[in-house]
């Protein structure tokens, strides 16, 4: 067992930016990268030059009757995409299947032509209608097929199997499985390997996420890849800004390390709790197994935090009406 502590993170840090400088090219620089056969994924993609985040992981399926998209990046990327998909096919993008509701995912939603389906779990059609890029005339860019528990798309070798296992990251989060290609596409619910960040806002749950993850793994078969939501990750602002790239390519034992890790985290937190201990002195003196040593820990004190709050909702709700007297 370790403790987690503010310098074992910055060390981490310190040794991955190393790595970054060492490398030729910028974690942040748009690059098209195989997964197998006739699926890529497109990683790199910063919101701004002056502004924070890094867009997530774009995945390109050339299908026999066209292009699949995986998620948008953030606004101003839909030319970047189409160059790449162009670079690899000629066939047109006919869907687009936004994994969540967050703009890095999104954002360029309406770069594309009106002619391609978006598609959506219903909870994430929801949540994206209501987000100001997605007014007005941009309401034509939001998905207009949705589904609520599983949907097939396409048939034969370039069928997609579409599932939702419950409240995660938010409360729409999309699993896509390619069968013929033994690959799956995470989305947010698996960013990377890192405390989860949950969207409590758009519906996110901490204490439902390893369930989630749980029911991803016992209903899913015959996956070998795994692609993430994210390759990059942006640690400081301004002139201290570094970025650091994580492998978006993992294997189906890393889902199962990361869904048995926040199992663990969210097991760690209720205890805590238990024991009477406030949220921040829990995530201070959180303590997990030393194979979880190399997880980014960032959004630590948000989770414990999260965990608590949903708690209290939980045992709010429960408790027996007592009527008042007069």
């Known amino acids: 067992m370790r403790r987690w502590t503010t310098l074992g993170v910055l060390v981490a840090i310190a040794a991955l930016t190393i790595a970054v400088v060492g490398a030729q090219q910028s974690p942040i620089d748009i690059r098209l990268e195989k997964v197998r056969d006739n699926l890529f994924i497109v990683t790199g993609g910063r919101a701004s030059p002056t502004e924070g985040g890094v867009s997530g992981v774009t995945t390109v399926f050339v299908a026999e009757g066209g292009v699949v998209l995986i998620d948008t990046k953030y606004p ?3 030319n970047t995409i189409l160059a790449q998909v162009k ?3 000629s066939r047109p993008v006919t869907t687009i299947i936004n ?16 002619t391609v389906e978006f598609v959506a779990h219903e909870n994430t059609r929801t949540n994206m209608a209501r987000m100001s890029q997605f007014q007005g005339d941009n309401a034509a860019f939001l998905p207009k097929r949705t589904f609520k528990d599983r949907l097939s798309l396409l048939g034969g070798n370039d ?9 995660g ?3 729409g989060d999309t699993v896509i499985v390619f069968p013929a290609l033994r690959s799956a596409v995470m989305g947010d619910l698996f960013a990377r390997k890192w405390a989860p960040l949950v969207d409590a806002n758009n519906g996110g749950s901490a204490l439902a996420y390893p369930q989630t993850l749980a029911k991803a793994l016992a209903t899913i078969k015959d996956v070998d890849t795994v692609i993430t939501g994210h390759s990059t990750t942006q640690h400081g602002s301004g002139r ?4 650091v790239r994580s492998n978006p390519m993992m294997k189906w034992p890393d889902l199962q390390e990361y869904a048995e890790f926040t199992r663990t985290f969210v097991a760690a937190a209720e205890a805590a709790q238990k024991a009477g201990r406030n949220a921040d002195e829990a995530a201070r003196n959180l303590r997990l197994p030393d194979k979880y040593k190399d997880y980014d820990m960032a959004n630590a004190k948000a989770d414990v935090q999260r965990v608590y709050e949903e708690l209290s909702a939980s045992r709010s709700r429960s408790m027996p009406f007592v009527p008042s007297c007069w």
């Open 76 to 78: 101003g990327f839909g």
């Open 87 to 89: 670079s690899v096919t």
């Open 99 to 114: 994994t969540h509701t967050h703009g890095d995912h999104t954002g360029s939603n309406g770069e594309f032509p009106r």
């Open 159 to 167: 069928r997609i199997e579409l599932y939702y296992f419950g409240r």
């Open 169 to 171: 990251h938010t409360d």
């Open 240 to 243: 201290d800004v570094t970025f």
